[in-house]
């Protein structure tokens, strides 16, 4: 999995019969270590219920069709968690609680 943080919506409104109804979202690829974008961007469908600027577990390829958003679908990437805290040598980089 991969760690993002959730940009806005993306709107597609002709698209495969299999992904009607599928929310997609802008993700950017973040260093977890400092926090900041990559400046590296995906479309993903949320499986999860992710908001603008949460953070965010997403999987690629393959993987990123094993959830029950997904099955079936023609999807590269799928936001699968919704991360609560990121700790780095008993340091804490990110905590939605605090971080929001």
């Known amino acids: 999995m991969i760690l993002g943080r959730v940009l806005g919506t993306v709107?597609?409104?002709?698209?495969?019969?299999?992904?009607?109804?599928?929310?997609?979202?802008?993700?950017?690829?973040?260093?977890?270590a400092t926090m900041k974008g990559k400046k590296e961007y995906i479309v993903a469908i949320d499986g999860a219920g992710a908001g603008i600027h949460e953070i965010v577990f997403y999987a690629t390829g393959s993987c990123g069709r094993y959830t029950d958003a997904t099955e079936g679908k023609p999807s590269d990437a799928t936001i699968t968690a919704i991360v609560d805290a990121i700790e780095i040598d008993g340091d804490y980089v990110y905590n939605k609680a605090t971080d929001a």
């Open 11 to 32: 709107v597609a409104s002709r698209k495969s019969p299999r992904l009607e109804g599928g929310k997609f979202l802008l993700v950017e690829k973040i260093d977890p």
